[in-house]
Nanobody
Framework: QVQLEESGGGSVQAGGSLRLSCAAS??????????MGWFRQAPGKEREGVAA????????YYADSVKGRFTISQDNAKNMVYLQMNSLKPEDTAMYYC?????????????????WGQGTQVTVSS
């Protein structure tokens, strides 16, 4: 069984920062995530990939809308993935989800991930 739990969401004014955390846990030692990512979904919109990381190489990939503002990182020893969000804009308001998959390689496609967290809300006011 795999569990992903996000934390760190909240309300912030435009220009502010938030750091999201994702704790990955599994009841079997055989699970080794090859990729992890952050997605977001705003009301009435489709889920979109924000940032992804290859857990083995550390390679990262970002959506154009967040490049230069968001940073994805990992702590493999703690099975944690983070999303540092700076210079937040009202259009960043969404539910943010952590995702993981056993396959390697970065991807911002939701279909590339089999495991999902419940989400954490981020609200940016102008």
């Amino acid at each position: 069984q795999v569990q992903l739990e996000e934390s760190g969401g909240g309300s912030v004014q435009a220009g502010g920062s938030l750091r999201l955390s994702c704790a990955a846990s599994t009841t079997t030692y055989r699970y080794r995530f090859g990729r992890m990512g952050w997605f977001r979904q705003a009301p009435g919109k489709e889920r979109e990939g924000v940032a992804a990381i290859s857990t083995g190489t550390g390679s990262t990939y970002y959506a154009d809308s967040v490049k230069g503002r968001f940073t994805i990182s990992q702590d493999n020893a703690k099975n944690m993935v983070y999303l540092q969000m700076n210079s937040l804009k009202p259009e960043d308001t969404a539910m943010y989800y952590c995702a993981a998959d056993l396959l390697v390689g970065v991807s911002l496609l939701s279909g590339s991930y089999n495991y999902w967290g419940q989400g954490t809300q981020v609200t940016v006011s102008s």
